[in-house]
């Protein structure tokens, strides 16, 4: 099995954890940190990020050629999307749907997605194609696997801090394809020399150096 697919699992197991934390159960039908979005609605947002991987590798592959793992980010909708686009709305409804049965389901079904991949990702050729949820375009496993693991990280913090948590740290095998991929973005989006100096010179740093 690939490094980034023994990535994925440990991320996915941590998000297991988080979503089966008590904290969270606590505060369940609480606004979150994220505008819009209820502790349950993240909670089940985050657990898709596992629960939806099996299905995506259900589906029949693609024909390629391939995209680019940064190059998937050009193409998807929701960046700079108003809170009440219909692809931001899309999201928030598929976390609350996934959340509908209650923390202890959802978490129930994050670990049992998680046990189910240990099997099919190590089953999966090296070279195979995919159609992530944002597509239709196609995208190396691997490559999508990385962008779960953003996902992931950000959203495992997002989770933590709404329900007065610490964060999970990942280990690196886990958060440097996620800052590799947040950096390479930030670039693109706000040049080399922003992101140069938010890092090393706070007296000239910009106001936000975002990937998103």
Request: net charge negative; charged share 20%; no cysteine.
């Amino acid at each position: 099995m690939s490094a980034v697919r023994e990535a994925y699992l440990r991320a996915a197991a941590s998000a297991a954890a988080l979503v089966g934390d008590p904290a969270v159960a606590a505060a369940w039908a609480k606004p979150s940190a994220l505008a819009a979005f209820t502790v349950a609605g993240l909670a089940g947002h985050l657990a898709s990020q596992v629960v939806n991987v099996p299905r995506v590798l259900a589906a029949p592959a693609p024909d390629g050629p391939p995209v680019a793992l940064a190059d998937h980010y050009s193409r998807v909708t929701w960046i700079d999307a108003p809170i009440d686009a219909e692809t931001n709305v899309r999201v928030r409804k598929g976390g609350e749907a996934l959340a509908e049965a209650g923390p202890r389901e959802l978490a129930e079904q994050t670990d049992r997605a998680v046990s189910e991949l240990r099997t099919l990702l190590a089953e999966e050729h090296v070279d195979r194609l995919v159609s992530p949820p944002a597509g239709p375009w196609a995208m190396r496993l691997d490559d999508f696997l990385v962008t779960r693991l953003m996902e992931i990280t950000v959203h495992s913090d997002d989770l933590a801090y709404s329900v007065g948590v610490p964060t999970p740290d990942q280990p690196r095998e886990v958060l440097d394809p996620v800052l590799a991929l947040l950096s390479e973005l930030a670039v693109r989006r706000h040049g080399q020399a922003a992101v140069i100096r938010a890092l090393s010179r706070a007296e000239r740093a910009p106001a936000s150096i975002t990937a998103f």
